[in-house]
């Protein structure tokens, strides 16, 4: 279980990613964080809190649950049928900058489905990707604006990130497991 | 929560009977991100594309019809309606010819209502799509019994232990069995009252304590239920009249007044103002009976999302 991020690392690209950011927009007025569940939320927030740190400025985050999106709701014959948890967007979309946060970027199938949504809820004024993995082997045309490490794969390799939050510590592996992540 | 269940053990929903505690948990669930959809601008995601739902109703209906047929859209699943009137049905055409003429059409799910007990379980052997019951005759409507789990959760932030009391026309009510089935599955202490007349055979299996005294059931409730008197299905003498029934089973702010201080009132409609529910009740702060109906959509999205997942 070859760990390819460890906790160091993962706290460094998340704070550096922070600091693009802020390089690249200048005005953080009109940004908001959108985590996709389960594991970009947590790294929205950290996201948020850093350019809180460095910038003085408080940028709304949320929480976006793409399931209802999905292209492949009856096209895993085996398998659990993902379980549907809450969107919570409490501000409006309209005319704002969205950063949109995911771990890991795969197929590029749940980027599509998070479009799809946040297309939904208004008329955001620019959408941008950030990950904290890029594992390469797109099936879309999508491409992230800001990458925490580019990790090469194989499609058979399970790609694990493991956040404080939610699994009690922050580390990112590559499984040798037969089939993959989604 | 109980150990997840992710998915449905069917792919039908026949009636809380054969709901697993799990099972039951991950509707009221799905509700709840089901839910939020319904405050969105647009109220509406791309789910149940291209799947086509039929909304088969033998015996009138309104807030159920409307409901699930919302619940369709907002999933964007394409939807017919059947009613009896203006059908085949109304020129003598069998259940079966009914079904299998639908089915000759392929739809995806069947939403049933009927006035026989079974109807639904009857379809399910015979048709391909996942068949939804929405009421059969006095047997079940599990997605009643649902939405009602559903709003309770909501105000009461649990069921466990909840005093929940159901109260009126027990005999003729699948809202009953199907909640008492539900309730108690999920820990509730349930009580139904009832006049002696309306009393059906076997309550105590389904796990309910029997009252014949409105003022006993209610007293200490956490969540009163009141049922519709049903005079569609009063074929016998059940009743002396209405003005007695509300004297002796209405329910009245005062006779409220001897459930628990917060104590919410609930009904799954149409109301009989005046029969089981006096108009002070009904539009009072008690009173969640406008949150079961809004609640009614998002838990029957969950249902169509849930069963969309077990098709073939």
Request: hydrophobic residues 45%; proline residues 5%.
């Given at each position: 279980?070859?760990?390819?991020?460890?906790?160091?690392?993962?706290?460094?690209?998340?704070?550096?990613?922070?600091?693009?950011?802020?390089?690249?927009?200048?005005?953080?007025?009109?940004?908001?964080?959108?985590?996709?569940?389960?594991?970009?939320?947590?790294?929205?927030?950290?996201?948020?809190?850093?350019?809180?740190?460095?910038?003085?400025?408080?940028?709304?985050?949320?929480?976006?649950?793409?399931?209802?999106?999905?292209?492949?709701?009856?096209?895993?014959?085996?398998?659990p049928q993902p379980v549907v948890r809450r969107t919570e967007i409490p501000f409006s979309l309209d005319g704002r900058h969205i950063l949109l946060?995911?771990?890991?970027?795969?197929?590029?199938?749940?980027?599509?489905?998070?479009?799809?949504?946040?297309?939904?809820?208004?008329?955001?004024?620019?959408?941008?990707?950030?990950?904290?993995?890029?594992?390469?082997?797109?099936?879309?045309?999508?491409?992230?604006?800001?990458?925490?490490?580019?990790?090469?794969?194989?499609?058979?390799?399970?790609?694990?990130?493991?956040?404080?939050?939610?699994?009690?510590?922050?580390?990112?592996?590559?499984?040798?497991?037969?089939?993959?992540?989604? | 929560?109980?150990?997840?269940?992710?998915?449905?053990?069917?792919?039908?929903?026949?009636?809380?009977?054969?709901?697993?505690?799990?099972?039951?948990?991950?509707?009221?669930?799905?509700?709840?991100?089901?839910?939020?959809?319904?405050?969105?601008?647009?109220?509406?995601?791309?789910?149940?594309?291209?799947?086509?739902?039929?909304?088969?109703?033998?015996?009138?209906?309104?807030?159920?019809?409307?409901?699930?047929?919302?619940?369709?859209?907002?999933?964007?699943?394409?939807?017919?309606?059947?009613?009896?009137?203006?059908?085949?049905?109304?020129?003598?055409?069998?259940?079966?010819?009914?079904?299998?003429?639908?089915?000759?059409?392929?739809?995806?799910?069947?939403?049933?209502?009927?006035?026989?007990?079974?109807?639904?379980?009857?379809?399910?052997?015979?048709?391909?799509?996942?068949?939804?019951?929405?009421?059969?005759?006095?047997?079940?409507?599990?997605?009643?019994?649902?939405?009602?789990?559903?709003?309770?959760?909501?105000?009461?932030?649990?069921?466990?232990?909840?005093?929940?009391?159901?109260?009126?026309?027990?005999?003729?009510?699948?809202?009953?069995?199907?909640?008492?089935?539900?309730?108690?599955?999920?820990?509730?202490?349930?009580?139904?009252?009832?006049?002696?007349?309306?009393?059906?055979?076997?309550?105590?299996?389904?796990?309910?304590?029997?009252?014949?005294?409105?003022?006993?059931?209610?007293?200490?409730?956490?969540?009163?239920?009141?049922?519709?008197?049903?005079?569609?299905?009063?074929?016998?003498?059940?009743?002396?009249?209405?003005?007695?029934?509300?004297?002796?089973?209405?329910?009245?702010?005062?006779?409220?007044?001897?459930?628990?201080?917060?104590?919410?009132?609930?009904?799954?409609?149409?109301?009989?103002?005046?029969?089981?529910?006096?108009?002070?009740?009904?539009?009072?702060?008690?009173?969640?009976?406008?949150?079961?109906?809004?609640?009614?959509?998002?838990?029957?999205?969950?249902?169509?999302?849930?069963?969309?997942?077990?098709?073939?």
């Amino acid at each position: 279980m070859p760990v390819v991020m460890d906790a160091d690392r993962v706290g460094r690209s998340i704070a550096r990613i922070a600091h693009e950011i802020l390089e690249r927009n200048r005005g953080v007025g009109d940004l908001a964080f959108i985590g996709i569940r389960a594991r970009g939320v947590p790294i929205a927030q950290r996201l948020a809190a850093h350019v809180k740190q460095i910038a003085g400025v408080e940028v709304p985050t949320g929480a976006l649950d793409i399931t209802l999106y999905r292209d492949d709701l009856t096209g895993h014959p085996v398998g659990p049928q993902p379980v549907v948890r809450r969107t919570e967007i409490p501000f409006s979309l309209d005319g704002r900058h969205i950063l949109l946060v995911d771990d890991v970027l795969y197929t590029g199938r749940t980027i599509r489905a998070a479009l799809d949504a946040l297309i939904d809820f208004g008329r955001p004024s620019a959408i941008q990707l950030v990950v904290l993995v890029d594992r390469g082997h797109r099936e879309l045309p999508i491409r992230a604006d800001y990458v925490g490490k580019n990790v090469p794969t194989s499609r058979q390799e399970s790609v694990q990130v493991r956040l404080q939050e939610l699994d009690g510590r922050d580390e990112v592996t590559v499984d040798p497991v037969e089939g993959g992540e989604r | 929560m109980t150990t997840a269940a992710t998915s449905l053990r069917s792919r039908h929903l026949l009636g809380i009977a054969g709901l697993e505690p799990d099972e039951i948990q991950l509707v009221l669930d799905t509700a709840l991100a089901m839910k939020e959809i319904g405050t969105r601008a647009i109220k509406k995601v791309p789910t149940l594309r291209g799947r086509t739902v039929v909304n088969l109703f033998f015996e009138p209906s309104t807030r159920t019809r409307l409901s699930f047929e919302l619940a369709e859209k907002r999933l964007s699943a394409d939807t017919l309606g059947v009613t009896t009137s203006g059908s085949s049905v109304s020129k003598g055409e069998t259940l079966l010819d009914t079904a299998r003429t639908l089915e000759a059409m392929a739809p995806d799910v069947i939403v049933m209502r009927h006035e026989s007990s079974g109807a639904p379980h009857h379809l399910s052997r015979v048709c391909k799509a996942s068949i939804v019951n929405a009421g059969d005759g006095m047997h079940e409507h599990p997605t009643q019994a649902l939405l009602d789990a559903f709003t309770i959760h909501e105000r009461k932030g649990r069921l466990a232990g909840l005093r929940v009391s159901i109260i009126g026309d027990l005999v003729h009510s699948r809202v009953l069995r199907s909640n008492a089935l539900l309730l108690t599955r999920m820990g509730a202490i349930v009580t139904a009252a009832g006049p002696a007349t309306l009393l059906p055979y076997g309550l105590d299996r389904l796990g309910v304590q029997v009252k014949t005294s409105i003022d006993e059931a209610v007293d200490g409730a956490d969540v009163v239920m009141m049922l519709r008197v049903q005079n569609e299905r009063m074929r016998g003498l059940f009743l002396p009249s209405v003005r007695e029934y509300f004297t002796v089973f209405g329910l009245t702010p005062e006779r409220l007044s001897r459930a628990a201080p917060d104590a919410i009132v609930m009904h799954p409609g149409p109301m009989n103002r005046g029969v089981e529910i006096d108009s002070a009740v009904a539009d009072g702060p008690w009173s969640v009976i406008l949150d079961q109906v809004a609640n009614g959509v998002a838990v029957r999205m969950a249902v169509l999302y849930l069963l969309a997942g077990n098709e073939e």
